[in-house]
């Protein structure tokens, strides 16, 4: 889970592990299937909300720090406005905004022309508490090494509560789709 959360691909877990990609492919889907996730997006959000749900939340704390520079998109809103806590540098990239202008923003504000579909899957795990998942996302972005890319995301947005368990946030987590070999 720890090398799935820092963006490692199937064959890299199985080197870094010294295990087969086969092996490394039916674990994955066995936590898949234990988390209840349609796919690796789902479940690396599943993987950073579960044990500290709360503690995610929280706008002062430092644990997103380690997803600052991971190689999916990460942002965390607070409340039913979706104000802007943290974005990570890959988010920053392929939306072509510096935290700077976005921290403390609401999404309306940030993204007035957004997907109607979009928002209503952040309200909807807002107000329901249950992760809303999509693949409606294509964007284009200069990577960090300056090079052009393009590519589909899958998306989750992750209920974050707070310690008496009502929704407090959400988690974004966007990872490109994969490509049919």
């Known amino acids: 889970m720890d090398l799935l959360g820092r963006g490692y691909r199937t064959r890299e877990i199985a080197r870094a592990l010294n295990i087969s990609e086969r092996a490394i492919t039916a674990h994955i889907t066995k936590l898949m299937a234990i988390f209840g996730v349609p796919n ?61 202008k976005v921290v403390g923003r609401t999404v309306r504000k940030v993204f007035p022309d957004a997907s109607p579909v979009t928002y209503a899957a952040r309200q909807r795990a807002f107000r329901q508490g249950r992760p809303t998942t999509g693949n409606a996302w294509h964007f284009s972005w200069t990577t960090a090494a300056g090079t052009s890319r393009e590519a589909d995301f899958l998306y989750i947005y992750q209920p974050l509560r707070n310690p008496a368990g009502e929704v407090e946030g959400l988690l974004l987590i966007a990872s490109e789709k994969p490509q049919k070999k």
Do not use: C
Request: no cysteine; hydrophobic share 45%.
């Open 40 to 100: 690796r997006t789902g479940l690396i959000a599943a993987g950073m909300t579960s044990s500290s749900q709360a503690r995610l939340a929280t706008p002062d704390e430092r644990e997103l720090d380690r997803y600052e520079d991971a190689p999916f998109l990460v942002a965390v809103t607070i409340g039913p406005e979706h104000v802007f806590r943290f974005v990570n540098k890959m988010w920053e990239r392929v939306m072509r905004l510096h935290s700077a």
